[in-house]
């Protein structure tokens, strides 16, 4: 019975995300709503009973090409901490799209495909070997697509093109070095510590490990490779740039993660030129990503120049190539900035739907005409910059403290500086939204532009009198399907930080 539940939260969505695109426009957004929120509640279940019934290394062979090339699924401690934290994210995303797809159409359309592409998730956390994680990762990227695509217009069309060929281009770099250890006559099984040693690490089979890595680093959306991420998050629904932004980025981490620890074992890349240049990626992007971000002026396009510079927090942890405070920061990190950047993308949908402020110089005000938004916007900021005591804090001390120990010197010291520098971009470009949310009047003269003087100057205009005016700020808050998914990621966040074992002890178990 344990190897039947294997499949099944694979299979599941699939099968329901078919279906719900075959009712095709009959059905109304209620209707498709209720549908999709209950099969990923079912398939929630099966991840949670999966994790908490199956012992490390449960196989389920869903295909065999030959002896050789086989589609297995295979629950370990890494399948478990991601399938659980995607398919939570994945429910609490579905009921907010509810309430925000009022405002779009084909609602089918978009449903179906948000369903299928968690069953395709799934299947990457429970992949057994490197083919069955190529295969799943193909069908991510063709699942997605249409999310990207959804409104059709010809920016989201030309952004869902570029999302595709980058993506193509990143399947294929895998497909090479997935040809290449085949051809010579290496494992791909899936095994904690990784089963290839330093004697076989040739000039040919270091190539063919940097390739494979900078392939799935298309999704993390790392330099150079990173342009489709600013370009699709932006056009897409807001609850589709959520998942694209905290979960489907996670695919190409977790793939980086498989070939760097459960391919290759990775005393075997220390110290060689194939991590050198993985860890100067990493901090280019973690830097160019928060410098962008802060300059960037359309408030979702912020978020995803942001999503650049966090996910590869992520990957310089993971390219440290130790199972020590560096993989366990990666690990952190990984389950804060799902939950956090889930959020903020959430609350720039809300603001979106609700005021049609798209532009953070619009904002002024907004945390008065939605407070309980902005409240979790505000929390959310905090542990995405590493404010005590936040998970993102304790995410980002783990990986300094990694850094420090990093067995390319010059790292030890540049790692934790880029680290501090992007930490304080990223409050220069997410606190000034609260406080111009919250403050506009304070904002406006930091900025040189006092609210309440223009006002009282254009009163003055009028009636040869100046006076001070009092701006006016109408509540517009969001309803509950909106602010439930929000507040509850902000929460767990903060949770994450307070409560920080829930994750370590299992990361522990990992190797």
């Known amino acids: 019975m344990n190897l039947f539940c294997l499949p099944a939260p694979v299979l599941l969505p699939v099968i329901a995300g078919l279906l719900i695109l075959c009712l095709g426009k009959k059905s109304d957004l209620k209707t498709l709503c209720g549908i999709s929120v209950d099969v990923l509640l079912l398939c929630f279940i099966f991840v949670v009973g999966n994790a908490l019934r199956m012992n490390g290394g449960t196989e389920y062979v869903l295909f065999s090409f030959t002896e050789g090339l086989q589609v297995v699924l295979k629950l370990d401690t890494v399948g478990k901490l991601f399938s659980c934290l995607m398919a939570f994210i994945w429910i609490l995303v579905a009921l907010f799209s509810g309430e925000y797809m009022k405002e779009e159409k084909d609602w089918h359309r978009y449903f179906g495909f948000f369903v299928m592409t968690l069953g395709v998730l799934i299947g990457l956390d429970y992949a057994g070997n490197l083919l069955t994680y190529y295969v799943f990762f193909e069908f991510m990227t063709l699942l ?31 497909l090479f070095g997935l040809f290449y250890f085949s051809m010579h006559g290496i494992d791909t099984s ?30 993390a959306g790392m330099f150079p490779l990173h342009a489709w991420l600013p370009t699709a998050h932006p056009v897409a629904p807001a609850p589709a740039s959520a998942v694209l932004s905290a979960v489907i980025t996670k695919g190409g981490v977790l793939g980086i993660l498989r070939v760097l620890y459960f391919v290759i074992d990775p005393e075997a890349l220390s110290g060689t030129w194939v991590q050198t240049a993985l860890l100067t990626l990493s901090l280019m992007t973690v830097f160019m990503g928060s410098m ?10 912020r978020l995803a120049y942001s999503t650049v510079s966090q996910v590869s927090y992520v990957l310089f942890g993971l390219f440290c190539l130790s199972t020590g405070d560096s993989f366990t920061g990666a690990m952190l990190q990984v389950v804060c900035h799902a939950l956090v950047k889930s959020a903020l993308f959430l609350c720039a949908g809300a603001i979106i739907y609700k005021t049609g402020k798209k532009y953070v110089s619009e904002l002024d005000g907004i945390g008065k005409q939605m407070p309980v938004t902005m409240f979790f916007f505000t929390l959310a900021s905090l542990s995405l910059v590493g404010i005590p005591p936040t998970g993102g804090f304790i995410a980002k001390w783990y990986l300094a403290v990694g850094a420090l120990n990093c067995n390319i010197p010059v790292f030890s ?15 220069g470009y ?3 939204i609260a406080i111009q949310g919250y403050l506009p ?24 009198v100046q006076e001070s005016v009092e701006p006016v700020y109408e509540k517009n808050e969001a309803n509950w399907m909106m602010l439930l998914p929000i507040g509850l990621m902000s929460v767990l966040a903060l949770l994450v930080g307070l409560f920080p074992s829930v994750v370590t002890n299992l990361v522990s178990q990992i190797f």
């Open 430 to 432: 997410l606190f000034p």
């Open 190 to 219: 899936f095994v904690a510590g990784g089963s290839v040693s330093g004697a076989v690490m040739t000039g040919g089979m270091l190539a063919a490990v940097f390739v494979t890595v900078l392939g799935f680093s298309v999704k």
């Open 413 to 427: 010291v540049l790692g934790p500086a880029v680290l501090l520098i992007s930490a304080l971009l990223t409050a």
């Open 144 to 174: 997605s697509f249409p999310l990207v695509l959804h409104e059709m217009t010809h920016e989201s069309i030309m952004a869902a093109l570029k999302y595709l060929f980058y993506s193509l281009a990143g399947a294929f770099l895998v």
């Open 441 to 464: 009047e304070v904002s406006g003269k930091l900025n040189g532009t006092d609210p309440e003087k223009s006002k009282a100057d254009g009163a003055a205009g009028e009636t040869g």
């Open 292 to 301: 962008l971000a802060f300059r960037e002026k359309l408030l979702k396009k």
